[in-house]
């Protein structure tokens, strides 16, 4: 269900306050009738007619971003590029990202304009899967990796749920997800860049959480005296990050990949 101006707006009628004025002078009907209240609930079946024009409800739609470092994940601000604004060209104004990755986070994020798919894949309940690929300046050792794969208390109300870690190297994870558009060595210069680091005391960690809190894998590994100089999310609800999106590149969801999350 959405209000009947923003779902006018959404169709490119007008803007909100045009769209808003259409309807207070009685150009719109709703399912036979003038309305002239635009705060009202438009259902999926109901018919919506704009000065003699039939207006089509916007389909739902899903696409796979290659978030860059650097925009938010919002959907607009005055200060930030947003992860929508690298959408500009599709028109729409209806789509959000399901969930947030931080400002310097890298790699997959869903953006849709479906709401209820967006609760499902966000919800505690489900515990839908996120794979990250870390790179920080803290070694872990065995026991450690055991303590967080458990559960460990970051400060919230309860313990993280349990985990995987897996230590990777830079080119192993390169080669397996598109990270860096496979090139461990551009990486290793960009993490040097950042923060004096060397590829000889930075350390690479596959994490794969079932939850999803805020700054979670910083203050996981931040819980161990680690620091995370670089993160990219290479799997989300059984996806893998498409090695053929560059960053700031995206495509809309195939059929199947719609049904995978949609499980
Ligand atoms: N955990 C973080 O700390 N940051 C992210 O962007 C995603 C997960």
């Known amino acids: 269900m959405i209000r009947l101006d923003k779902y006018l707006a959404n169709a490119n009628v007008g803007t909100r306050s045009q769209v808003k004025k259409l309807i207070k002078s009685?150009?719109?009907?709703?399912?036979?009738?003038?309305?002239?209240?635009?705060?009202?609930?438009?259902?999926?079946?109901?018919?919506?007619?704009?000065?003699?024009?039939?207006?089509?409800?916007?389909?739902?739609?899903v696409y796979m971003l290659n978030k860059p470092e650097g925009v938010i994940s919002a959907t607009?601000?005055?200060?930030?590029?947003?992860?929508?604004?690298?959408?500009?060209?599709?028109?729409?104004?209806?789509?959000?990202?399901?969930?947030?990755?931080?400002?310097?986070?890298?790699?997959?994020?869903?953006?849709?304009?479906?709401?209820?798919?967006?609760?499902?894949?966000l919800s505690p309940r489900k515990h839908v899967s996120k794979t990250y690929?870390?790179?920080?300046?803290?070694?872990?050792?065995?026991?450690?990796?055991?303590?967080?794969?458990?559960?460990?208390?970051?400060?919230?109300?309860?313990?993280?749920?349990?985990?995987?870690?897996?230590?990777?190297?830079?080119?192993?994870?390169?080669s397996t997800y598109n990270i860096a558009m496979g090139n461990a060595d551009s990486l290793f210069e960009r993490i040097d860049k950042l923060s004096g680091y060397s590829s000889f005391n930075v350390y690479s960690y596959l994490l794969t959480i079932n939850e999803g809190r805020f700054h979670q894998v910083k203050r996981m590994f931040s819980y161990f005296g680690g620091e995370i100089l670089y993160l990219n999310r290479?799997?989300?609800?059984?996806?893998?990050?498409?090695?053929?999106?560059?960053?700031?590149?995206?495509?809309?969801?195939?059929?199947?990949?719609?049904?995978i999350i949609r499980n």
């Open 76 to 121: 607009s601000d005055n200060e930030y590029r947003t992860v929508i604004d690298l959408l500009e060209k599709e028109e729409r104004k209806d789509l959000f990202s399901i969930g947030r990755l931080d400002k310097d986070t890298e790699g997959l994020l869903l953006i849709t304009n479906d709401g209820a798919l967006s609760h499902n894949l």
């Open 133 to 174: 690929f870390c790179v920080t300046d803290k070694e872990l050792s065995l026991d450690e990796i055991s303590e967080m794969e458990k559960g460990i208390d970051i400060g919230d109300d309860k313990k993280t749920l349990p985990c995987i870690l897996n230590a990777t190297t830079l080119e192993e994870a390169c």
């Open 234 to 259: 290479v799997e989300f609800a059984g996806l893998k990050l498409d090695m053929t999106l560059d960053l700031g590149e995206y495509r809309k969801l195939t059929e199947e990949e719609i049904r």
């Open 26 to 61: 009685g150009d719109v009907i709703v399912n036979d009738k003038i309305c002239t209240d635009a705060n009202i609930k438009i259902e999926e079946e109901s018919q919506v007619i704009c000065q003699g024009n039939v207006i089509e409800p916007l389909a739902n739609c």
